[in-house]
């Protein structure tokens, strides 16, 4: 599976993006698809992942109710909106994918190169 992230940027505090993955490789409705980051200095951590027919989600607390993971199996894309942004939203976001039938926050066997994501205050 190849996945390749897209959408990052500079935006100011409050400011909003959307974040896509394209994949490839794999039959995509099979896969669960999540998005991680990885801020400055700090471990990756998760951010939300979605089934593959798009019925269960995940979602750390940090972004509920700013960010929201959807997925359109016809075009092989996974996206994350993210708005009300915070600084401390600035990290690479990674998106993922796993043969799992749920969307853990583990398991991941597939990994895109990242996108970065700057928040400016």
């Known amino acids: 599976v190849q996945l390749q992230a897209s959408g990052g940027g500079l935006v100011q505090a409050g400011g909003s993006l959307r974040l896509s993955c394209a994949a490839s490789?794999?039959?995509?409705?099979?896969?669960?698809m999540g998005w991680f980051r990885q801020a400055p200095g700090k471990e990756r951590e998760f951010v939300s992942a979605?089934?593959?027919?798009?019925?269960?989600?995940n979602v750390a607390d940090f972004v509920k109710g700013r960010f929201t993971i959807s997925r359109d199996n016809a075009k092989n894309t996974v996206y994350l909106q993210m708005n009300s942004l915070k600084p401390e939203d600035t990290a690479v976001y990674y998106c993922?994918?796993?043969?799992?039938?749920?969307?853990?926050?583990?398991?991941?066997?597939?990994w895109g190169q990242g996108t970065l994501v700057t928040v400016s205050s």
């Open positions: 993922a994918a796993s043969p799992k039938r749920l969307p853990y926050a583990y398991g991941y066997d597939y």
């Open positions: 979605l089934s593959g027919s798009g019925g269960s989600t």
């Open positions: 490789g794999r039959t995509f409705s099979t896969l669960t």
